[in-house]
């Protein structure tokens, strides 16, 4: 786990702090071999992303780029990266999620040749709404 890298990619997402030590253990639970990926522009941090091997796959997660920096090849130049790497370790094919709503992220990864494999719904628990669920714990 690299706790500089964590904090880029919080930096850029603006996620709950709140929720902040949850997810660098969910991270930090990824196996190994793994790429944590920082790009830059003209020096200044620009992105970031996590390159997960598994056999012959390559999972890309935590891809992020700072909003002044959109549009100048971080993203592209990150999975260009990746992709070496995972080549180099025998890995053949990649995957990653992204939502349907981040129009950037899409056209980034159809340029790089990946193509929707399938959709499914994200739903989030919240405790404090009524009905049925009310009362239990998560």
Same mark, same amino acid.
Not at 87 to 94: E, I, K
């Given at each position: 786990f690299e706790q500089e890298w964590f904090d880029l990619y919080e930096a850029i997402e603006r996620e709950d702090p709140t929720r902040a030590t949850g997810r660098a253990a969910i991270i930090d639970r990824t196996p190994s071999p793994r790429a944590f990926l920082r790009a830059t522009v003209d020096g200044v941090p620009a992105g970031v992303g996590l390159g997960v091997l598994w056999g012959a796959y390559l999972?890309?997660?935590? *891809? %992020?780029?700072?909003?002044?920096?959109?549009?100048?090849? %971080?993203?592209?130049? *990150?999975?260009?990266? *990746? +992709?070496?790497? +995972?080549? *180099?370790?025998?890995?053949?094919? %990649?995957?990653?999620?992204?939502?349907?709503?981040?129009? %950037?992220?899409?056209?980034?990864? +159809?340029?790089?040749?990946?193509?929707?494999?399938?959709?499914y719904p994200y739903r989030l628990f919240n405790r404090d709404a009524p009905g049925p669920r009310q009362g239990l714990r998560a």
């Open positions: 999972g890309i997660f935590c *891809m %992020a780029t700072h909003a002044e920096f959109r549009r100048r090849g %971080a993203a592209s130049g *990150m999975l260009r990266a *990746m +992709a070496i790497w +995972a080549d *180099m370790n025998r890995a053949r094919t %990649a995957y990653l999620q992204v939502t349907a709503g981040n129009l %950037a992220g899409l056209a980034v990864y +159809a340029r790089a040749g990946f193509q929707t494999a399938y959709n």
